[in-house]
């Protein structure tokens, strides 16, 4: 079955710094890659997600770009700032009935 | 927010009692899913479920049983609750594959 790895576990950035989340995936026929994020004590909520006919997205400050080949996909936030701190998540999936597999998660500090 | 109930949200269970988590869903999504959440590993899936009765394993499915008799309601059931379940329980609901995961509040629970 999938497996997503995703590195690092831990990050701290300074405020106004970029962060980068990287997840690799196992399985070729994975065709969609959403990006979840938790804040302390809070359900995950989607963030942005790539299809596989894509190679990246953007929406402001998050970009996920994806190399199929490679078999894997990175999360890139700009400008970070404080509200940026929380444990984030990559996922993956492929077509009709199969399953949402998730990465270990990052927990990223953004200092100010 | 996506109309998803969980219940209980917290529960002190002994060992070798059953459990049963109730995921009560308002939005009439096909699938429902069952992730448990621990430090160190992220979001793992338990069971899912793609439709009335059709459900299927996730990662870490022994143990646990589900039940789906109705669009709205996936149950999960700890058959002989042991020390290695506590955890927090998440419910989340999709459209399909592919799409946009809503997640519950999530049910603490503590096997005792």
């Known amino acids: 079955g999938e497996n997503v790895e995703q590195h690092p576990s831990t990050l701290s950035v300074q405020e106004g710094d970029s962060a980068v989340i990287k997840c690799t995936y196992s399985?070729?026929?994975?065709?969609?890659f959403p990006w979840y994020k938790q804040e302390l004590g809070k359900r995950p909520q989607l963030i942005i997600d790539?299809?596989?006919?894509?190679g990246e997205k953007k929406d402001q400050r998050i970009a996920v770009t994806l190399n199929k080949t490679a078999k894997h996909f990175s999360l890139h936030i700009t400008e970070t700032q404080p509200e940026d701190s929380a444990v984030y998540f990559c996922?993956?999936?492929?077509?009709?009935?199969?399953?949402?597999?998730f990465g270990t998660g990052t927990r990223l500090q953004v200092f100010p | 927010d996506a109309g998803i109930t969980q219940s209980p949200r917290h529960k002190v269970t002994e060992t070798g009692t059953p459990v049963t988590l109730r995921c009560h869903q308002t939005e009439n999504h096909r699938y429902m899913y069952w992730y448990r959440q621990d430090p160190g590993h992220g979001l793992r899936l338990i069971h899912y479920s793609y439709g009335v009765k059709d459900t299927d394993k996730g990662e870490v499915s022994d143990g646990y049983s589900v039940s789906r008799s109705k669009t709205e309601d996936f149950l999960l059931t700890l058959e002989s609750a042991t020390s290695s379940q506590t955890s927090v329980y998440f419910c989340a609901i999709s459209q399909g594959a592919g799409t946009e995961a809503f997640f519950g509040q999530g049910t603490r629970l503590t096997v005792v």
């Open positions: 996922a993956a999936s492929k077509g009709n009935t199969d399953k949402l597999i």
């Open positions: 790539i299809r596989s006919n894509v």
């Open positions: 399985d070729s026929a994975s065709n969609y």
